[in-house]
């Protein structure tokens, strides 16, 4: 099942070991995107966030 993980990368609550996991598990259905911002990435990158998530469903869809 294809994955979405936006995650705010300046923020430190995701980490590259825990990525790294994560890809090892789900290969090519992870799709990993950072924005700016804290801990709620919709309200600090809300246009990003909300961009990158349409897209993702789009893509899945098909």
Same mark, same amino acid.
């Given at each position: /099942?294809?994955?979405?993980? &936006?995650?705010? !990368?300046?923020f430190? #609550? &995701?980490? !590259?070991? *825990?990525? !790294?996991?994560?890809?090892?598990v #789900?290969g090519?259905?992870l799709?990993? &995107?950072?924005v700016?911002?804290?801990? /709620? &990435?919709f309200?600090?990158?809300? @246009? *990003?966030?909300a961009d990158v998530l349409?897209?993702f #469903? @789009? !893509?899945?869809?098909?």
């Amino acid at each position: /099942m294809p994955t979405l993980l &936006v995650y705010a !990368d300046g923020f430190g #609550l &995701v980490r !590259d070991d *825990q990525i !790294d996991a994560y890809a090892t598990v #789900l290969g090519d259905l992870l799709n990993v &995107v950072s924005v700016r911002g804290g801990h /709620m &990435v919709f309200w600090d990158a809300y @246009e *990003q966030t909300a961009d990158v998530l349409q897209a993702f #469903l @789009e !893509d899945s869809r098909t």
